[in-house]
Nanobody, 123 residues
Framework: QAQLVESGGGLVQTGESLKLSCTAS????????LGWFRQAPGKKREFVAG????????DYSDFGEGRFTISRDSVKNTIYLQMNSLKPEDTAVYYC????????????????WGQGIQVTVSS
């Protein structure tokens, strides 16, 4: 049974950093593209960042480019999202996702999802 478990969320101040982790199990990690989405209260879920199955290619949203970094560790079956210079508008539930494809689908049509983890940035 495929499972994605996020960790590392919490409450930070504006300008601080946070690193999210997502550990996968139950499927062949190396064969899947992985990524992060987020959903703020009252808003639609949106793409944050993605990384290819090989880890050689990454993809970022406009708001994440330059501030966020996605990476993957194939030994630990884990992906990470390093978030720097956080802003209050980054407050959301962050979701990990996996897709049996060259990259995750930005519209959210992916194969597996984690339960999400809260990130709150105070001003």
């Amino acid at each position: 049974q495929a499972q994605l478990v996020e960790s590392g969320g919490g409450l930070v101040q504006t300008g601080e950093s946070l690193k999210l982790s997502c550990t996968a199990s139950g499927f062949t990690f190396s064969g899947y593209a992985l990524g992060w989405f987020r959903q703020a209260p009252g808003k639609k879920r949106e793409f944050v960042a993605g990384i290819s199955a090989t880890g050689r290619s990454t993809d970022y949203s406009d708001f994440g480019e330059g501030r966020f970094t996605i990476s993957r560790d194939s030994v630990k079956n884990t992906i990470y999202l390093q978030m720097n210079s956080l802003k209050p508008e980054d407050t959301a539930v962050y979701y990990c996702t996996a897709a049996y494809a060259s990259r995750v689908n930005r519209e959210g049509e992916n194969d597996y999802w984690g339960q999400g983890i809260q990130v709150t940035v105070s001003s």
